[in-house]
């Protein structure tokens, strides 16, 4: 059984930095493409970053230079480091692996605020 579990995700401030995790089990790790995506309360889910089997990355223009996305096939893991955070970047983030099929995470709370 596949199963996705983000973590890091909560409360900061403007221009502050957070970390989100995603920890894969059940599944060949190492053979899928990466992704975060997020979703603000009445907004579109949006492709925030993307990391290849091949470790090359990708990101949106709206998080390009604030963002790094990273992963450890050895491991199974994945994060987001997030610096310089704005309110408009609060959103539930979710982990996901492509490839034959997709799998995603249930999300993690991310608040941006004063």
């Known amino acids: 059984q596949v199963q996705l579990v983000e973590s890091g995700g909560g409360l900061v401030q403007p221009g502050g930095s957070l970390t989100l995790s995603c920890a894969a089990s059940?599944?060949?790790?190492?053979?899928?493409?990466m992704a975060w995506h997020r979703q603000a309360p009445g907004k579109q889910r949006e492709l925030v970053a993307t990391?290849?089997?091949?470790?090359?990355?990708n990101y949106a223009d709206s998080v390009k230079g604030r963002f790094t996305i990273s992963r450890d096939n050895a491991k199974k893991t994945g994060n987001l480091q997030m610096n310089n955070l704005k309110p408009e970047d609060t959103a539930v983030y979710y982990c996901?692996?492509?490839?034959?099929?997709?799998?995603w995470g249930p999300g993690t709370q991310v608040t941006v605020s004063s």
């Open positions: 990391i290849t089997s091949s470790f090359i990355p």
């Open positions: 996901t692996l492509n490839w034959l099929s997709d799998y």
């Open positions: 059940g599944i060949s790790f190492s053979l899928y493409a």
